[in-house]
Each structure stands twice: as structure tokens, then as C-alpha cells.
T-cell receptor, first 112, second 111 residues
């Protein structure tokens, strides 16, 4: 049973650019959630996808968008990057909409 | 508005002793509480959870206590082992809503 895998692990972008982060969910999981963890903070909920539809969104602007594909993998897209977008982006999957999430190791984004 | 608070950024405990990590919450709607453990360069991993209808849940060396009147929960690890050194996050939600995380407590077990 493979866990949640994320790519890339690290990346550096400049302000104003766009970024796409990718996530493969754990086998058998059909729900994907994305979290942003800034330095010294706990993970903050961005949004969740269930069966390819957005199923809840946190307090993030529209320039944060996502997709879930038929194989339940997912993408997080961030447009017009700002310095404060520098963070660890965590993807988590779960079997249906459930409490216990399985997290990937994250993608660390640095915006210069 | 920090709805889940972990007021101790760090904690050091001697190997073999009890580690107690604390968490406070403000939202009385929360009905499910979880603890996650995070090692460097890894994602958080689920450790233990408790429903609001219970006041204690035990799993091996790990016990979570919930005091609803005080809006407080704690994680007890006994005996503490060097492999327990990690950052511990408290999280909560209600229904099937998003998880709200605390800021974490870095636990260091001293051999």
C-alpha cells in the first residue's frame, strides 16, 4: 500500500509567478485535502476535493485553486505568488470525507 | 482567531518518564479531537483521537484525556522513548469539516 506522495519536494519561485503542486493519494482514498503550513505554525486548511468536486474551502483567496482527477490524484495551483505564500504545502488523503487524514511529506515553496 | 492552542512550543522529558502535552480549544462545536506527530522532512502522522462523547482514550503508551468543561485535552506518553522526539500537533473538527490544527509542541526525549 503506497502512501501519499507529493512533488516537487522543494521549489523556488519569484513574486508574481505561478506554481503547480502535485499529489498522489493513498490507494483506496477518494478525498484529498490541501493544507499550508507556514514556519512556526500549524497546518491551515486550504480546500478539500471529494470525487473531483471541491468540498469545502478555507480562508484562502481565489488565486489558490485546485483539481482532482478521476484517479483521485490532485493539483494545487497558486497564481500571482506573494512572499507570504512561502510555506510547506501538505496534501492529505482519506477514505471518503473522514476525520483521519494521511499526509504526504509536503512541498516546500520559497517565494523570493 | 486561533481556535486550537498549544501554549507550550517545546517540552523536554527524560527517557522513561511521562510526557504530557496540552491543548486548549475555544470552539464548543468541536466534537472530534486528534493528535498528529511530525518528524522533520515527513508529513504529520496520525497518533490517536477522541470523540467528544468520551473523556479518555488509550492506545498502548499513548492516552488522550478530554475535559469538555475546560475545553482542554492532553496527550500522555508513558514511558517516553527517544523515538517519541517530534513535533506534536493537536487538531479538532466537527462533523466532517476541516481539521483545525494547533501550532505544535516540540517534544525532546533526553536519553
Amino acid at each position: 500500500e503506497t502512501g501519499v506522495t507529493q512533488s516537487p519536494t522543494h521549489l523556488i519561485k519569484t513574486r508574481g509567478q505561478q506554481v503547480t503542486l502535485r499529489c498522489s493519494s493513498q490507494s483506496g482514498h477518494n478525498t484529498v485535502s490541501w493544507y499550508q503550513q507556514a514556519l512556526g505554525q500549524g497546518p491551515q486548511f486550504i480546500f478539500q476535493y471529494y470525487r473531483e468536486e471541491e468540498n469545502g474551502r478555507g480562508n484562502f483567496p481565489p488565486r489558490f485553486s485546485g483539481l482532482q482527477f478521476p484517479n483521485y490524484s490532485s493539483e494545487l495551483n497558486v497564481n500571482a505568488l506573494e512572499l507570504d505564500d512561502s510555506a510547506l504545502y501538505l496534501c492529505a488523503s482519506s477514505p471518503s470525507v473522514a476525520n483521519v487524514l494521511t499526509f504526504g511529506a509536503g512541498s516546500r515553496l520559497t517565494v523570493l | 482567531d486561533q481556535q486550537v492552542k498549544q501554549n507550550s512550543p517545546s517540552l523536554s522529558v527524560q527517557e522513561g518518564r511521562i510526557s504530557i502535552l496540552n491543548c486548549d480549544y475555544t470552539n464548543s462545536m468541536f466534537d472530534y479531537f486528534l493528535w498528529y506527530k511530525k518528524y522533520p522532512a515527513e508529513g504529520p502522522t496520525f497518533l490517536i483521537s477522541i470523540s467528544s462523547i468520551k473523556d479518555k482514550n488509550e492506545d498502548g503508551r499513548f492516552t488522550v484525556f478530554l475535559n469538555k468543561s475546560a475545553k482542554h485535552l492532553s496527550l500522555h506518553i508513558v514511558p517516553s522513548q527517544p523515538g517519541d522526539s517530534a513535533v506534536y500537533f493537536c487538531a479538532a473538527n466537527f462533523g466532517n469539516e476541516k481539521l483545525t490544527f494547533g501550532t505544535g509542541t516540540r517534544l525532546t526525549i533526553i536519553p
